[in-house]
């Protein structure tokens, strides 16, 4: 099925339980932890390959900038884990590709278009992207050769992904 998860992105999702009124999902590319229990009347849910085409979210236009986000550290910090593991080579390759390739420039662009309702949150963001940008080009300063995702999830980043608005 198609889900949209805690940070708004339509994702891969498979149901791992039902009860009378909620469903129990698991998100393609993330580990147990963030699987969650959504209501069945949910609008967050949606038959497969409504919302998500191949690894991709259907094309939605852009994203306005200045937009608030509820973003909480509990999010942030779990994607944060994940670029961790991506850098320590922790993270499983078919994990990988699809965090690199698709989540984390999805997560990446929304901080960076977005306002934040706790403005604490914004040195924690900064922090973040940070790690992100040093993630970057260390791969880059690498020998070893790339993955093939850190090319397509730069060119999302800096070139292009028409619905990015900045």
């Known amino acids: 099925m198609d889900c949209l998860d805690r940070v708004d992105n339509w994702c891969k999702a498979t149901v791992v339980a039902v009860t009378d009124?909620?469903?129990?999902?698991?998100?393609q590319g993330w580990s147990a932890a963030a699987d969650e229990?959504?209501?069945?009347?949910?609008?967050?849910?949606?038959?497969?390959?409504?919302?998500?085409?191949?690894?991709?979210?259907?094309?939605k236009g852009k994203r306005k900038q200045g937009v608030q986000w509820a973003l909480s550290p509990e999010v942030l910090e779990e994607v944060s884990?994940?670029?961790?593991?991506?850098?320590?080579?922790?993270?499983?390759?078919?994990?990988?590709e699809y965090f690199l390739e698709f989540q984390l420039p999805n997560f990446v662009e929304k901080c960076l278009v977005s306002r934040f309702r706790d403005r604490d949150m914004v040195p924690l963001v900064h922090k973040f992207l940070q790690r992100v940008v040093r993630m970057i080009a260390a791969?880059?300063?690498?020998?070893t050769p790339l993955s093939p995702s850190l090319p397509t999830m730069l060119d999302q980043l800096?070139?292009?992904?028409?619905?990015?608005?900045?």
């Open 158 to 166: 800096f070139d292009g992904d028409r619905a990015c608005s900045w």
């Open 21 to 27: 009124t909620d469903v129990r999902v698991h998100f």
């Open 81 to 96: 884990s994940r670029v961790a593991a991506v850098q320590d080579g922790t993270l499983p390759e078919e994990d990988r």
């Open 37 to 59: 229990n959504i209501r069945k009347s949910s609008d967050r849910l949606a038959k497969p390959g409504t919302r998500v085409t191949g690894r991709r979210a259907a094309a």
């Open 139 to 143: 791969a880059l300063a690498s020998p």
